[in-house]
């Protein structure tokens, strides 16, 4: 017997497939709202997850264990999926301008399309290298540079990483990790590889306990990682160019970089990875929403942008007025529950409820070797393979909530 349809009355649309609005998807699969229709539009039809990215580029997990499958999530929650790119805001008609397709009206939007590592300042970077963000490139490139030093282990590799934070030091720990596999394997000696770490800062991780960046900086010495400290680049440049037939400049696939920096030093690498601060893209600072001088959402307690009350913002890509928060996955994961309540409030007519993030978190972070150092706050305990087991069941008790979604008696029906 066919059912009747319910009515459209609403329009929610959700911009990004961040970890907040992964976790949206899912509660909008268990719990819809009659006459609402979601919409998501993402770049792509699976997002990865920050926690286990760094033991995917080490080795440990596969690709599809450390990605969220969006197609599927979009599905389950009966979500339309979009896959463009937003590149603006019509705020006085209320639609989401893309790309490749017509714009896309909305009554309440949600916002959380992460952030991507500030190139733009600094010459030849975003030409040269390679952004931590978004990661489908990330990986692309990195995939492409395990094949070339698979295929030609004898050969030296040079890796400059630009930026010390948590994200710069993972890479650098988890890359090293995979290299260092692959010349054992061919029994080729481990010189062949440098990898170097640039950081503005004159230590790593500033955000975190002395006594953690002590310990990161020691191991990172350890391993072999050429640490740059206090030293800001400034330039990205080739070092070889060549000419093609049609007088255009042309990039040799052994071509060689140089990393320039302020102090004068310069280092010559085969390629460079950049990880640093935060930025957001250029089309929020004209979008007409009031933004940090970083260009991130100004959100109330509630997840609401401070100028424009229908619209919402959760992960990277906003700030909280009231609360200081680093950008981590761990702050987009726990805004993802608040975030659904909200909209659907917000959809219901009902007051909202205000979330108030914690000042201290925990911190797992992966050394590389299936060993993780654990700190919160001033606490904190060196790295053991224990830790890393720990860190290994949360990470997949957290992908699993998207694996073998249940079916809600409307899909059933």
């Not at 017997?1 to 961040?18: A, H, T």
């Not at 440990?60 to 979009?82: G, T």
């Not at 990875?273 to 600072?285: D, I, M, N, R």
Request: charged share 20%; hydrophobic share 40%.
């Amino acid at each position: 017997m066919q059912q009747n349809l319910q009515p459209i009355v609403k329009d929610l649309v959700l911009i990004g497939g961040g970890h907040s609005h992964a976790i949206v998807l899912k509660m909008f699969g268990m719990k819809p709202l009659p006459g609402v229709r979601l919409t998501l539009i993402t770049v792509a039809s699976d997002t990865a997850y920050s926690g286990m990215l760094p033991g995917h580029i080490a080795g440990f997990y596969s690709h599809d264990e450390c990605h969220i499958d969006l197609r599927n999530l979009a599905n389950f929650a009966q979500a339309q999926l979009y896959i463009d790119r937003a590149i603006a805001l019509d705020l006085e008609n209320n639609k989401v301008v893309c790309a490749n397709r017509p714009a896309v009206d909305f009554d309440v939007l949600s916002i959380d399309i992460g952030s991507t590592p500030a190139t733009i300042t600094v010459a030849g970077a975003a030409e040269y290298a390679t952004a931590a963000k978004p990661v489908s490139q990330l990986l692309e490139n990195w995939n492409r540079l395990v094949e070339t030093v698979s295929k030609n282990p004898q050969e030296s590799t040079s890796i400059a990483i630009v930026g010390g934070g948590v994200g710069g030091v993972e890479m650098a720990l988890s890359m090293r990790a995979k290299l260092h596999q692959i010349l054992h394997q061919t029994q080729q000696p481990i010189p062949n590889l440098v990898i170097h770490l640039f950081q503005r800062d004159t230590e790593l991780m500033p955000n975190y306990h002395q006594s953690v960046r002590r310990q990161i900086q020691q191991i990172l010495i350890e391993k072999g990682i050429k640490l740059h400290l206090g030293e800001t680049v400034c330039k990205v440049a080739p070092q070889n160019l060549t000419l093609n037939p049609s007088g255009l400049a042309e990039r040799e696939n052994g071509e060689v970089f140089e990393v320039k920096c302020e102090s004068g030093l310069t280092i010559e690498c085969n390629k460079i990875f950049w990880v640093t601060q935060a930025s957001a893209p250029e089309w929020l600072k004209t979008s007409g929403l009031r933004t940090d001088k970083q260009g991130f959402i100004l959100v109330e307690d509630t997840l609401q942008s401070q100028t424009y009350p229908h619209i919402f913002a959760a992960g990277d890509i906003a700030t909280m007025i009231n609360h200081s928060c680093p950008k981590a996955g761990v702050f987009a994961v726990r805004q993802g529950k608040p975030l659904f309540e909200n909209l659907q409030r917000i959809l219901l007519g009902q007051s909202l409820k205000p979330y108030r993030p914690q000042k201290e978190y925990l911190s797992l972070i992966g050394t590389g070797d299936k060993r993780a150092i654990a700190t919160r706050g001033t606490f904190n305990l060196p790295p053991h393979k224990l830790l890393w087991y720990w860190k290994d069941w949360i990470d997949r008790r957290f992908m699993k909530r998207f694996s073998n979604l249940p079916q809600t008696e409307a899909q059933r029906g």
